[in-house]
């Protein structure tokens, strides 16, 4: 009888990109790449995974499709969410509803910049220097799209120094209706007259003053005056 060959048994290809699928969200999970921050490129998941590019590939995919993850063209992919929050609220978000966003927007930001006032680190006191510089940059380039992605950076940054998990996830999850607020407010120019500063924001904060920082924070999502 010719010997018994030991072989190991390769599990299909669905059930490869299920496996990878779960280790991407047990790293999401476990803090390794927090909302707001960029995961590895392709080819470094690719040999931290031990798998394909190809199922790499798809499994990014299915979570950008749950909206734990965001694709976007140019700069990487990055971590919006850990929950399926984001696209409900990207499906249920319509005109008659972007005051309704820019009000939980206010809710959450005002929190975010108060508790980033108290708890922000060296480290997000540079990050949020270089959130702004880009955010800046990106006005003056005059690229609606760069602006918008570079406004949504710094907001996140702001979150980001709350340190406070379930705040980050939240703002996160409309991070889509956010931007697209943004993107309608600013039309296909960016003119003068749409600018709004945030140095003082950011000043409030690396000052450490709470008070400052929540009023800064709510002044530029304040609500309309009435008709």
Do not use: C, K
Request: charged residues 25%.
């Amino acid at each position: 009888m010719p010997p018994e060959v030991e072989t190991t048994a390769i599990p299909p290809r669905g059930q490869r990109v299920q496996e990878t699928i779960a280790q991407l969200r047990e790293r999401i999970l476990g803090g390794e790449w927090p909302v707001g921050s960029r995961v590895p490129t392709e080819p470094q998941l690719v040999a931290a995974l031990g798998v394909g590019r190809n199922t790499v590939r798809e499994a990014v995919r299915a979570l950008a499709h749950a909206g734990v993850l965001e694709i976007r063209q140019g700069s990487g992919t990055y971590v919006v969410s850990v929950d399926e929050l984001a696209p409900v609220v990207a499906r249920r978000l319509t005109d008659d509803r972007m005051t309704e966003v820019v009000e939980v927007r206010r809710a959450l930001e005002v929190e975010a910049a108060r508790l980033a006032a108290r708890r922000r680190t060296a480290d997000d006191l540079a990050a949020l220097a270089g959130a702004l510089t880009a955010r800046e940059a990106a006005w003056r380039s005059g690229r609606v799209n760069d602006f918008v992605t570079a406004d949504a950076m710094l907001h996140t940054a702001v979150v980001a120094a709350a340190h406070n998990g379930m705040l980050a996830e939240l703002h996160a999850s409309i991070g889509t209706a956010m931007r697209s607020t943004v993107a309608a407010t600013l039309g296909e120019n960016l003119t003068p007259e749409r600018y709004v500063d945030h140095s003082r924001l950011i000043e409030a904060i690396q000052a450490g003053d709470p008070g400052w920082a929540a009023i800064e924070a709510g002044a530029y999502l304040a609500p309309p005056p009435p008709a």
